[in-house]
């Protein structure tokens, strides 16, 4: 079991550029969620989903931030037009199911905004 | 104001020394409680749960729970070089698909 693949490991953007991050959740566990982290705000619950159904997106940023599952297999976060404070290190976990149990974490994605 | 307060936000222990952590909920709702870590470069890793008042051990760690004060605390004993991290209180309601992370202590054992 490989755990919870993130690529790519470190994105560099210039401002106002597009990025996409990529999350492959455990197999078999039907819970996936995006966090964001950085030093003054701490780890920032984004996004969640259940059986590849978004079920609650109130931590996303409305305006540039999106996310989908399209399968089972991976989950994708999107920042469009990223600005300085975008930059943060992004981290996917996912569980069996939510809160209850143990959230498996992977290694995350430095984003750097120029 | 943050739902999950940790402190301190530091904290230095000379190896086998006893490290202590505390966090303080401020939502009644929570009922389950999560400690995890995370080393620099890599992703939190859960440490352990605990759902029920009174203690839990897992070999060198043990957590605190008192859910009338909303308080959990997690205690290493004979803290190791590799203990050093940040180590993180979380916590779920009844509800409980969303996990409310604290902003965590860094723990530092000095060899």
């Known amino acids: 079991n490989a755990g919870v693949i993130q690529t790519p490991r470190h994105k560099v953007t210039g401002k106002g550029q597009e990025a996409t991050l990529w999350c492959e959740p455990i197999?078999?566990?039907?819970?996936v969620f995006w966090y964001r982290q950085t030093i003054v705000q701490g780890l920032e619950f984004l996004t969640y989903?259940?059986?590849?159904?978004?079920?609650?997106d109130s931590g996303m940023p409305k305006e540039r931030f999106s996310a989908q599952m399209p399968n089972q297999s991976h989950s994708t976060l999107k920042i469009q037009s990223t600005q300085p404070q975008d930059s943060a290190v992004y981290l996917c976990?996912?569980?069996?199911?939510?809160?209850?149990?143990?959230?498996?974490f992977g290694p995350g994605t430095r984003l750097t905004v120029l | 104001q943050q739902k999950v307060q940790q402190s301190p936000e530091s904290l230095s222990v000379p190896e086998g020394g006893m490290a202590s952590l505390n966090c303080t909920s401020s939502?009644?709702?929570?009922?389950y409680f999560w400690w995890y870590r995370q080393h620099s470069g890599e992703g939190p890793k859960a440490l352990m749960?605990?759902?029920?008042?009174g203690d839990k051990k897992e070999g060198r760690f043990t957590a605190h729970l008192n859910k009338a004060s909303l308080h959990v605390s997690l205690h290493i004993r004979d803290s190791q070089p590799s203990d050093s991290a940040l180590y993180f209180c979380a916590a779920s309601d009844t509800n409980a698909y969303k996990v409310i992370f604290g902003k965590g202590t860094h723990l530092h054992v000095l060899p």
């Open positions: 976990a996912s569980s069996l199911e939510g809160g209850r149990l143990e959230q498996y």
């Open positions: 197999s078999g566990h039907s819970a």
């Open positions: 989903f259940r059986n590849q159904a978004p079920i609650d």
């Open positions: 749960s605990i759902f029920s008042d």
């Open positions: 939502d009644r709702n929570f009922q």
